[in-house]
């Protein structure tokens, strides 16, 4: 099933890494920060704010200021479906919107855990507790087929989305 | 910003076929739709059960819309969004203005909506004072170029690369090239400043669920994602039929909505709404309104044009018309277009504006078969001819009269063998207009079949 959701998010052209340890992940993500890197609190990794030497928190008091700056945005899945391949973000108080929107780049970190069969599934899920606000399902790179209807990739939301597996222990 | 329509002043559907025709840059633009087509119906084939579980889900829906509507207005209410009901376009536009003005809002951005197309709500706000800025980025171009877009997916589907190049150039006042990631480059700065100091979100709605109060919205480019979640208010626009009994039904629809319109799997984006931001988060509007539009819907239900309320706008029946691929959308002169255009346009005006429309049609029934919640557009085309008769009075002249002659084994006898002796028959008739010039009668066998029986049976 893991294999399906890579090849999927693939073809949406996503790059994925892993599944990987989370200690690895740590220090894959460390290695791939550049920038001022924006981080929700959703990301399953405990620490990882002080690992990174340029981190915006989203309780920063300008952080509406500053996330427009930002190199990368990280954060976590609540779900994800293989068919069709797709991620979903929770909205929380920690866990903004805006970060896997307004920066270039958006890592998104998936426990192999959360990944369900299809979007059914997903909703049944998620509907069995209170939704949240906003979730937002990511398929890939933002894109368009606006000009001749051919697909050109980051209009307005990240140009770059990296997936990083999460193995379970 | 937002643009009038050029149109031929008293020219009908036929005319403005006629001359959409006849534009080579047109022409070569409408090419790229045959890639989409192919790639949309491959994805399209792919479920085949889903359209009947899809057209069932909306038919619950419709046979107790008002239910719904009331089941969703709680749920909505109950997590804190302002429910506003719209009778007619200005009533809706009247709410918005209304929010607008309260908040003191300056720069209002825009994510594709053909509701808020339908209602006028651009040219209503930038009447207002405020600058109302399209953020799709098709709809930005044909905003920019003063036009109406020409397909509800792909809005600037009628423009070229070069011409589409020409548009930006000119707002950007700097030479572009033509190359589509410079375009898209330039247009991502420039609608990034729009949306960090815009106050006002205006969306429409693609499934709105009565069990959770859940707005769903979908998008390829995240500019819907932009307007809900940096200004302060957002506003959602949803006609009426727009409601679904269970956020669950979407498992369905959103697949069978994306494949349908782009070929995709699934959009890009699907944003999932409940409620405006809650204590404690960062970003999310602190208002969300949700405004319901009737707009002559309510009064379709129980008619024989109820079902045209479960059209999803996947934009499916434009995509395989064989009229809509050689002329697009603007031949139309309406906010819809193509096959669901010839039916909603006359319905959602009283018959006042496109009464010509279901006329131009092969009545081939592409739209119906490609309809993935299983609309039977050719049948209401077809239907909505009866509604209003077109006149002709030479051409009724003409029918009474070939009806009163074959009437009669004589008159029959007669009128074919003057057509085999003069020639007259595989031309046109003369004076009847348009409806011969473009059909010509029959050439007549040199020997009628009565008089071949007649021959050989001796």
């Known amino acids: 099933m893991i294999g399906a959701f890579v090849e999927g998010l693939r073809a949406n052209d996503c790059e994925v890494t892993g599944p990987v340890a989370v200690e690895d992940a740590r220090r894959l993500l460390v290695r791939y920060a550049r920038g001022t890197v924006a981080l929700n609190a959703d990301v399953p990794i405990a620490?990882?704010?002080?690992?990174?030497?340029?981190?915006?928190?989203?309780?920063?008091?300008?952080?509406?200021?500053?996330?427009?700056?930002?190199?990368?945005?990280?954060?976590?899945?609540?779900?994800?479906?293989?068919?069709?391949?797709?991620?979903?973000?929770?909205?929380?108080?920690?866990?903004?919107?805006?970060?896997?929107?307004?920066?270039?780049?958006?890592?998104?970190?998936?426990?192999?855990?959360?990944?369900?069969?299809?979007?059914?599934?997903?909703?049944?899920?998620?509907?069995a507790e209170e939704l949240p606000s906003a979730l937002t399902w990511i398929g890939g790179p933002s894109r368009t087929g606006d000009l001749e209807m051919i697909l050109t990739l980051g209009v307005h939301g990240p140009r770059r989305v990296e997936v990083v597996l999460i193995a379970p222990d | 910003m937002s643009g009038t329509h050029v149109t031929t002043p008293g020219a009908d559907f036929r005319e403005r076929s006629a001359s959409a025709v006849g534009d080579p840059q047109l022409q070569r633009a409408l090419h790229n739709m045959d890639r989409r087509l192919r790639t949309a119906a491959q994805a399209a084939a792919a479920h085949p059960d889903w359209k009947a579980r899809a057209a069932a889900v909306r038919r619950e829906t419709l046979r107790d819309l008002d239910g719904w509507l009331d089941k969703l207005e709680a749920a909505l209410v109950a997590r804190g969004v302002v429910v506003h009901r719209a009778e007619d376009p200005a009533a809706a536009r009247a709410v918005v203005?209304?929010?607008?003005?309260?908040?003191?809002?300056?720069?209002?951005?825009?994510?594709?909506?053909?509701?808020?197309?339908?209602?006028?709500?651009?040219?209503?706000l930038e009447a207002a004072g405020m600058r109302s800025v399209e953020t799709d980025l098709g709809e930005y171009i044909v905003q920019l170029a003063g036009e109406r877009p020409s397909h509800m997916i792909t809005p600037a589907?009628?423009?070229?690369?070069?011409?589409?190049?020409?548009?930006?150039?000119?707002?950007?006042?700097?030479?572009?090239?033509?190359?589509?990631?410079?375009?898209?480059?330039?247009a991502r700065e420039r609608l990034r400043t729009e949306f960090l100091r815009a106050?006002?979100?205006?969306?429409?709605?693609?499934?709105?669920?009565?069990?959770?109060?859940?707005?769903?919205?979908?998008t390829n480019e995240g500019n819907g994602r932009y307007c809900t979640t940096w200004p302060r208010v957002h506003i959602a626009m949803m006609p009426i039929e727009k409601v679904i009994p269970r956020l669950a039904d979407v498992a369905t629809l959103l697949p069978l909505?994306?494949?349908?319109?782009?070929?995709?799997?699934?959009?890009?984006?699907?944003?999932?709404?409940?409620?405006p931001r809650r204590e404690?988060?960062?970003?999310?509007?602190?208002?969300?309104?949700?405004?319901?539009?009737?707009?002559?819907?309510?009064?379709?239900?129980?008619?024989?044009?109820?079902?045209?309320?479960?059209?999803?706008?996947?934009?499916?029946?434009?995509?395989?018309?064989?009229?809509?691929?050689?002329?697009?959308?603007?031949?139309?002169?309406?906010?819809?277009?193509?096959?669901?255009?010839?039916?909603?346009?006359?319905l959602l005006s009283g018959h006042a504006q496109g009464a010509d429309l279901p006329y131009g049609s092969t009545l081939c029934h592409a739209c119906s078969d490609a309809?993935?919640?299983?609309?039977?557009?050719?049948?209401?085309?077809?239907?909505?001819?009866?509604?209003?008769?077109?006149?002709?009075?030479?051409?009724?002249?003409?029918?009474?009269?070939?009806?009163?002659?074959?009437?009669?084994?004589?008159?029959?006898?007669?009128?074919?063998?003057?057509?085999?002796?003069?020639?007259?028959?595989?031309?046109?008739?003369p004076g009847a207009g348009r409806w011969t010039r473009t059909r010509a009668l029959p050439v007549p066998a040199r020997e009628s079949f009565r008089a071949r029986w007649g021959k050989e049976h001796r």
């Not at chain 1, 108080?93 to 059914?120: F, N």
């Not at chain 2, 809002?105 to 197309?117: G, I, N």
Request: proline share 7%.
């Open chain 2, 157 to 186: 589907i009628h423009k070229t690369l070069p011409q589409i190049r020409d548009v930006l150039a000119r707002e950007a006042g700097t030479e572009l090239p033509v190359d589509r990631e410079a375009l898209t480059e330039w």
């Open chain 2, 280 to 346: 404690g988060e960062f970003d999310g509007p602190d208002e969300l309104h949700v405004v319901f539009l009737d707009h002559r819907r309510r009064a379709l239900l129980g008619t024989r044009y109820e079902e045209m309320l479960a059209c999803i706008r996947c934009g499916a029946c434009l995509n395989v018309c064989p009229v809509y691929r050689n002329v697009s959308g603007h031949a139309y002169d309406a906010v819809y277009s193509g096959p669901m255009g010839k039916v909603l346009t006359p």
């Open chain 2, 371 to 429: 309809c993935p919640v299983q609309i039977p557009l050719a049948d209401m085309i077809l239907d909505l001819r009866t509604e209003v008769p077109e006149r002709h009075e030479t051409r009724t002249a003409l029918w009474d009269a070939w009806a009163r002659v074959w009437s009669s084994p004589r008159g029959y006898r007669l009128t074919t063998a003057l057509a085999r002796m003069t020639g007259l028959a595989g031309g046109h008739v």
């Open chain 1, 47 to 127: 620490g990882l704010a002080d690992d990174l030497d340029d981190v915006l928190l989203p309780d920063a008091p300008d952080w509406r200021a500053r996330l427009p700056d930002a190199a990368i945005g990280i954060t976590g899945a609540r779900i994800a479906v293989v068919d069709p391949p797709t991620i979903a973000l929770a909205a929380a108080p920690g866990s903004p919107r805006a970060t896997s929107l307004i920066p270039p780049v958006h890592v998104c970190v998936v426990p192999v855990g959360d990944v369900v069969p299809t979007l059914g599934d997903a909703l049944a899920r998620l509907t």
């Open chain 2, 199 to 218: 106050d006002l979100g205006i969306t429409g709605v693609n499934f709105a669920a009565a069990d959770t109060g859940t707005i769903v919205l979908v």
């Open chain 2, 97 to 124: 203005l209304g929010i607008a003005r309260r908040i003191d809002a300056r720069t209002v951005v825009k994510s594709k909506s053909m509701a808020t197309e339908e209602i006028e709500l651009g040219a209503a």
């Open chain 2, 257 to 275: 909505l994306t494949s349908h319109a782009t070929g995709q799997a699934l959009s890009n984006y699907v944003t999932m709404l409940t409620g």
